[in-house]
């Protein structure tokens, strides 16, 4: 009982021992200023963060094979993702009628490589036969381009500054073409075995592609409960409106962009038509294809067309003018507000410094999946910024001054000041 006692009461006096030290480490300068500030805990997450970033970049070469497989894989998630959020709504819509869903997928299929097959069929040869009668007319049009430059007076030395460009593409046609490209397709597959690896790849993607998008298509509800299942009780609403959120902006985004890219291509090829344009076929799906990337696609898309009209005619350059006129019209005022409305929510000037810098690093994938990427981001981003303000404390005062600030607000100038 002794040796009880004797051992309890030195516990206590541990006990006390702790207690006073560390009252008096909660006293300090240092842990006052520096420990118990969670602005400066939050500084040293994110310098310990970059420190590891740092790290990895140092050792990047163990994650080659990783890096290796993410690369391998990457083009048939991403394609399956698209193909996937544009049929999905035609499966849910069957699928809510009563027809099976796996028939429906298969039936779809069958329509998607309907399609394929006219494509391939009809509007291949069209543009193998206008790309090739625009080689066989392009020294017309350099002669042309040479005359026009050469008569306009606000060109100086004009006469000395155009024949030898018209000398460089005296003898411009296939071959040469053929000559400049071998040197580019030789650097970039190196050898026969890239360009086996290459075309392997390529044919282990577009294999992959319907067998994934089948199976998301039967199962891809089950898609979010399996991800929150590993996601901790305390942060599953958060990562639940993270994925509803992300999901809801990536399939309006990509289902819109695809639609009214798709709209504009019928609508400059019936144009291109009408006015006669040549090669209006092979310039109305460039423009259908550059009309995918936001904003800079579309303006990229009718330089082709204007050149093509100016080398014509002037009469023809105001027939094309026309016609994008109109089409940036029914586009602008009908097509895109109610197609894509408004539902990404990102400034103009933001999409454009997303394009520059995504497609800097990343290329033409950048460009074009840049802007659903940044969505994305943004939304996590967001979520996280929500959940790290309401538990890190922060902002706490800053709320109740702002409350403060509020009530003292007199309600005419309030008024005031929000009619202004």
């Not at 509800?221 to 990536?250: C, D, F």
């Not at 659903?372 to 902002?395: C, M, W």
């Amino acid at each position: 009982m002794i040796k009880l006692l004797n051992k309890a009461s030195q516990e206590v006096c541990f006990m006390r021992r702790n207690a006073n030290m560390n009252s008096t480490i909660r006293n300090t300068w240092f842990f006052q200023r520096f420990l118990n500030n969670k602005a400066v805990i939050s500084l040293l997450i994110i310098l310990l963060s970059l420190l590891i970033l740092q790290v990895f970049t140092k050792i990047a070469y163990l994650f080659s094979p990783i890096t290796q497989f993410v690369n391998f894989i990457a083009f048939p998630i991403i394609a399956t993702v698209i193909l996937y959020y544009l049929v999905a709504p035609v499966i849910n819509k069957l699928d809510q009628r009563g027809i099976n869903k796996r028939i429906s997928i298969i039936g779809l299929f069958i329509v998607i490589v309907l399609l394929i097959i006219w494509g391939v069929s009809y509007l291949v040869p069209i543009i193998q036969n206008q790309t090739r009668s625009f080689m066989d007319n392009l020294p017309g049009y350099l002669e042309t381009l040479e005359r026009m430059i050469t008569e306009t007076p606000f060109i100086p030395n004009a006469e000395e500054l155009f024949p030898n460009i018209s000398s460089y593409f005296e003898d411009f046609n296939l071959s040469v073409i053929t000559e400049q490209i071998n040197p580019i397709i030789t650097s970039t597959f190196g050898s026969l075995s890239n360009v086996i690896g290459t075309i392997t790849q390529l044919a282990t993607g577009l294999v992959m592609i319907p067998i994934l998008l089948y199976y998301i298509l039967v199962d891809g509800e089950k898609i979010p409960n399996t991800i929150l299942y590993y996601i901790p009780n305390k942060y599953r609403v958060s990562a639940r409106r993270i994925l509803y959120r992300g999901n809801y902006q990536v399939s309006q985004y990509i289902r819109g962009q695809i639609l009214v890219a798709t709209i504009v291509g019928i609508m400059f090829g019936i144009g291109y038509a009408i006015i006669g344009l040549d090669y209006g076929v092979t310039l109305a799906v460039i423009s259908g294809l550059l009309n995918v990337i936001p904003y800079l696609g579309s303006f990229i898309a009718v330089v082709p067309a204007l050149i093509i009209g100016l080398l014509t005619s002037p009469l023809m350059f105001i027939k094309v003018i026309i016609v994008l006129v109109i089409e940036q019209t029914i586009e602008g005022r009908i097509v895109s507000p109610q197609i894509l409305g408004n539902s990404m929510k990102i400034h103009p000037v933001t999409i454009l410094l997303i394009l520059v810098g995504a497609g800097h690093i990343f290329g033409l994938s950048g460009v074009i999946l840049g802007v659903p990427g940044y969505a994305v981001v943004k939304v996590i981003v967001s979520e996280l910024y929500g959940v790290f303000r309401e538990q890190s404390g922060l902002y706490e005062e800053e709320h109740t001054i702002s409350n403060l600030d509020m009530e003292e607000t007199d309600p005419e100038e309030d008024e005031l000041g929000s009619i202004e």
